[in-house]
Each structure stands twice: as C-alpha cells, then as structure tokens.
C-alpha cells in the first residue's frame, strides 16, 4: 500500500513540479539562452558559405544544384532575418521597466531559434548536392523552318515511321542542300516533344568515316560521365546506355494494380488470384520472357520483350502509355491520352501542380511515381468514369499530398495506392464503393475513418508503417478486423 501512495506522490510531482522548473530556467538562465544564441548563429553562418561555395562549384561544371539545397538556403535566410531581429530585442530588453516578464517570453523564443539552427546546421549535408545540366539536344536548333507542301508531307511520313516500332532504320534521300539535315532537325524535335523517345541525339556520319567522333557526339549529347578510357570499353558503355535495362517488376505491385484492372483474379478470393498469377509467371518464366530478379518477390523483363508487349496492347485496342523522367505535361498531350487504356509515369520530374482536366474516357489504369513538390491534376469524373486502379506513390516519406475533390467521385475504382504521403483528411476514401484495395503504405494521416468498414467489396488493407495522428491503434483494429486481409507491421 505504503508503494502505490509514493507512486501516487511521485507522479503527482513530476507533472506538478518538472512543468514549472521547465518554465523556471527562461528566468534564470536567460543569460545562458542569450549567449547560445550567436554560436548558433556563427555556425550555421559558415555553413551557408560553405554550401554557397559547393554552389559555385557546381555551377561552374554546367550542373544543376538540387531544389533541397534551394529550399534551405531559404529557410536558412528566413531563420537569420528573425535572429537578428531577435538580437536587437536582446539589446533593448534591460531596458524595460518590465525586464522580467521581457526575458521569460524572449528566452523561450530563443532557445526555439537556437534549436532551429542548430537542425538546420545537421540538415546541410546534400547528398547528391547537384546533378549534370542536360544539354538542350533538338532544342538547339532554331525554329525558323519553312515547309513547301512537298516538306511537309516528308515530314508526316517521317514522323509516321517513329511511331511504328517495328521500324529500325529510316532512310531519307535527296539532292545536296535540299533541307535534308533540316528537316531531320526538324522531325527531331517533334519527336521529343511527342515523348516518343526519351531522348532524340544528331551525329554527322561522313567520309571518311570517323566512329570515334560519332560516339563522343552521342556521349555529350547523352550527358554521360564514362570512367572507361579505352574505346572498345566506351563503346560498350555507350552501348549499356542505349540499350535499356531489364526492368525490374515487384510481384505484390503487379497483383494489385492488375487486381484493379481486372485481369487478374476476377473470381474467388485474394489468395486464389495470386495463385493464379503466380502460375502465369511460371510459365512466362518457363518461355524465357521473364528472368528471375535478386529476390524471389520480383522478376525482370527485358525492354525488347516489354516493347512486343506494349505493341500487342496496342494492336488489341488496349493501348499503355509509359515513361521514365518525363513531366506531367504529358497528360495535357490530347494525342497521348486518346484512346490510353493504361498509363504509367515514373520519376516524374515536374514540380508544382498542373491545372488542366484529364481528358480520357478509355483510361483505366493512372500510375504517378514522382520523388516530391508535386500536386495531383484535378482528375474530371466525367471523362475518367472508366478508372479502376489510381497509384500515386512518392519515393521517399513526407511530402504533403494535396488530392482533388473529385476524386471521391470515381465509382469505379478497385485499386487505390497512396505512398508515403502525409495525406491529413483520408475520409474521401469512405465514398469508393467499388474499392477492393487499399493501400496507404507509409503514409500518414488524421484519424482512421470508421466508415471504412461499410466499404464491402474491399478485401486488402495496407497500412504498413502508417502514422496516426488521433486513433489510436486498438481502435483501428476493431474497425478493420473484418476486412479479408490486413497488412500489419502498423504504426510508427
């Protein structure tokens, strides 16, 4: 008994006592806060230099410093404006009449700037700081073409064999100084507009032929930094880089975004639908169209056969669309979209948000995989009514993911996949009758919304290191039990 009384009376003091000792110490060691104040701010002021100098450095090799290191600089001159001001009230405060009152409420501002230095001091080292300018490739060339009727359509057939993939070599002949060059120039361009390749080079091939000049014009167009010095060992890197690499596929990741589509488990249970699939790997495995990867989880296909894949699509009217390092103004690109069934963006480097409608009345399938500073397009219910399977994923955590309103309103979508967002108000999610899974991997959030529970078709949750900010976990729990499968591992 004598032992429950003291836990009582020790408890009792530490919320009593440690408060009011806490707010003590900006009285009396006002001093102390003060002179902390301008190490804090000397450091953090040579590390600025510091990364103002790497700044320069980086700009004199033509490279791009990385918007992380932009955004700090900022907030670094943000902090040191409010510390000098902060610094001028130190001054003027043994003046007050009220000096006391002065110093509580000052020292408790200080010690939250000397603590928001100190942060900024650790968060200073920028790994990668920049990356290599690309160069400008078919944007170089001017725009000052005049097509006769004849150009022109030159120019349509050319643009036409592009675009079939069973075409390797296009063959264009002329008399010399008819705009041959020019107009090649010209299809260039287009076609890196259009997104039909990632990158569109120019060599010259003359006689006598010169293969060493022709590979270095590649490579610098390229951007490529090759470490090899021999040129049978540039050539085969060179030769790396224009052949694509075997692209990697997480099984799981297939299962849920093809569950979504539904070609994948359209009768029977989870756990029957990922049978079912498995055997279909096996057998692409078995014909040599699928290679295993490091881990049993994923599988590789080479770009040759993804290309067979992305044709006979195509040719089958269930047309897919998909890019690496591209910006989201391809969705504003009517040609691309019409007739898309699936569309699947990855590294997308456009930053901030684009105000434009998707217009797609086949679209199906939306895949958006960026690494930060990006706002969802305002998707339009009327012209996306088709879309079963939406992933939005963020490489790594902590972006604010901002989503559209009328995304509560596509009833037809079974798979929903948000990423390592902080997502705030995710009762959205209520409305999505047709949702069978959810996955919110990494992400956080509000509160779990309850009515989840009436969502009957969904049969898998994923909340795999989520972050509540209000339920606590026993209560989702009890929300959730009855769903068919629960990915646990749950909350940080």
């Not at 120019?202 to 006598?208: D, K, L």
């Not at 994923?462 to 499968?485: A, S, T």
Request: proline share 2%.
């Amino acid at each position: 008994m004598e032992d429950f009384f003291f836990s009582i009376a020790t408890k009792m003091v530490e919320y009593a006592i440690f408060p009011i000792l806490n707010n003590l110490q900006y009285i009396c060691c006002f001093h102390n806060f003060a002179s902390d104040l301008p190490n804090a701010k000397e450091q953090l002021e040579l590390t600025r230099e510091s990364v103002n100098h790497r700044i320069r450095i980086a700009t004199n090799k033509s490279e791009k410093v990385e918007p992380v290191v932009e955004k700090w600089l900022k907030d670094v001159e943000k902090v040191l404006n409010e510390v000098q001001l902060l610094e001028e009230r130190i001054l003027n405060v043994n003046k007050s009449y009220f000096r006391r009152q002065c110093q509580y409420s000052l020292a408790k501002e200080i010690a939250r700037k000397t603590t928001k230095m100190i942060q900024l001091h650790r968060d200073s080292k920028f790994e990668p700081f920049s990356i290599i300018t690309e160069l400008p490739g078919m944007k170089y060339y001017s725009n000052d073409l005049t097509m006769f009727k004849s150009t022109k359509a030159a120019y349509n057939k050319l643009l036409e064999a592009l675009k079939n993939k069973s075409v390797s070599m296009i063959g264009l002949v002329g008399l010399g100084g008819s705009g041959k060059t020019t107009l090649a120039k010209e299809v260039g361009k287009k076609a890196e507009g259009m997104k039909l390749f990632e990158k569109v080079v120019m060599a010259t091939v003359s006689q006598p032929l010169n293969i060493k000049r022709i590979r270095d014009e590649i490579i610098d167009l390229l951007s490529l930094e090759l470490k090899e010095e021999s040129d049978i060992g540039r050539a085969q890197r060179l030769s790396e880089r224009l052949r694509k690499e075997d692209y990697e596929i997480h099984l799981e990741d297939l299962f849920r975004f093809g569950k979504g589509f539904c070609k994948v488990g359209s009768f029977g249970e989870m756990e029957n639908a990922r049978r079912e699939m498995h055997e279909a790997i096996g057998i692409l495995k078995s014909c040599f169209l699928l290679m295993q990867a490091g881990t049993k989880e994923n599988v590789k296909m080479h770009d040759l056969v993804r290309d067979v894949a992305l044709w006979i699509a195509a040719k089958s009217g269930q047309a897919i669309f998909t890019r690496t390092g591209v910006g989201l103004e391809v969705l504003t690109n009517d040609e691309i979209m019409k007739d898309t069934k699936a569309l699947a963006l990855w590294n997308i480097r456009t930053y901030g948000s684009l105000n434009y409608k998707i217009n797609c009345t086949t679209l199906e399938i939306l895949i958006l995989c960026y690494s930060g500073g990006m706002n969802v397009p305002d998707v339009c219910s009327e012209s996306l009514e088709k879309l079963k399977t939406l992933i939005i994923n963020l490489s790594w955590r902590g972006s604010r993911l901002l989503l559209p309103e009328s995304l509560k309103s596509l009833k037809n979508l079974r798979t929903l996949c948000l990423r390592n967002h902080d997502l705030g108000d995710i009762s959205f999610v209520e409305r999505l009758q047709a949702l069978e899974i959810l996955d919110l991997h990494g992400s956080s959030f509000e509160e779990f919304p309850a009515g989840i529970v009436k969502l009957k078709k969904l049969k898998l949750l994923d909340l795999f290191e989520c972050r509540l900010k209000k339920n606590i976990v026993d209560e989702v729990y009890e929300v959730v039990f009855v769903l068919g499968q629960l990915q646990k591992g749950l909350f940080t």
